[in-house]
């Protein structure tokens, strides 16, 4: 069974914490990406990358960076967490090639107090 | 820009009955469009992927219709069960970008 595991369900972290969320895929998929969703927001791009090392900025990449070392794994970074950034983190990958469609993981539920 | 509407934005229904969730996109120029579901604190599971060139796709009662010059998808669940209660999202995608999501369908189905 094909997936992306997000390594927390639910994550509380204090204010100015550097914080690391981490996907995995086992698809060998190309593309990855980083979303948060916010009731009444729905889903807003952060992040994603085609390839590993690469990466570019999504709808709202602010106070986030991200890592791609290898092709498996894409991790976001919260530099030093906020509470506005309590949200529901939500990782996907997609095939590079024809047309495939998105897999996500779990979610991770963070809460910054 | 593309825009991704669905409605009505909550729906609830008896068990039994048979419903259609509705999704339109206002750029007709799409590569393909994912039905999902969300149950809450959950991730998105897919439900179906309809390409461009299919008209629909059909996974046990769900079938998913796309008629992409009136930029619209329909998402028609038979005999609905409480266990499809849950938020359905529609999202679609141009070729060489990345998916844009609608709001999502929240959906109760009342024993």
């Known amino acids: 069974d094909v997936k992306v595991t997000q390594s927390s369900r639910y994550l509380v972290k204090r204010t100015g914490e550097k914080v690391f969320l981490e996907c995995v895929q086992d698809m060998d998929h190309e593309n990855m990406f980083w979303y948060r969703q916010d009731p009444g927001l729905g889903l807003r791009l952060i992040y994603f990358?085609?390839?590993?090392?690469?990466?570019e900025k999504g709808d709202i990449p602010e106070g986030y960076s991200v890592s791609r070392e290898k092709k498996e794994r894409f991790s976001l970074i919260l530099e030093s967490a906020s509470t506005n950034q309590t949200s529901m983190y939500l990782c996907?990958?997609?095939?590079?090639?024809?047309?495939?469609?998105?897999?996500f993981g779990s979610g991770t539920r963070l809460t910054v107090v | 820009k593309q825009e991704v509407t669905q409605i009505p934005a909550a729906l609830s229904v008896p068990e039994g009955e048979n419903l259609v969730l509705n999704c339109s996109f206002t750029?007709?120029?799409?590569?393909?469009l994912q039905w999902f579901r969300q149950d809450p604190g959950k991730g998105l599971t897919s439900l179906l992927l309809?390409?461009?060139?299919?008209r629909e796709q059909t996974s046990g009662r769900l079938n998913a219709s796309l008629d992409k010059s009136s930029g619209r998808s329909t998402l028609y669940i038979a005999a609905s069960q409480p266990g499809d209660s849950a938020t359905y999202l529609c999202a679609v995608r141009k070729n060489g970008q990345n998916f844009v999501f609608g709001p999502g369908t929240r959906l109760s189905v009342l024993p």
């Open positions: 990358s085609y390839d590993v090392k690469m990466k």
């Open positions: 750029d007709s120029a799409i590569y393909n």
């Open positions: 309809i390409q461009s060139s299919q």
């Open positions: 996907a990958s997609r095939s590079g090639t024809g047309g495939g469609g998105y897999t």
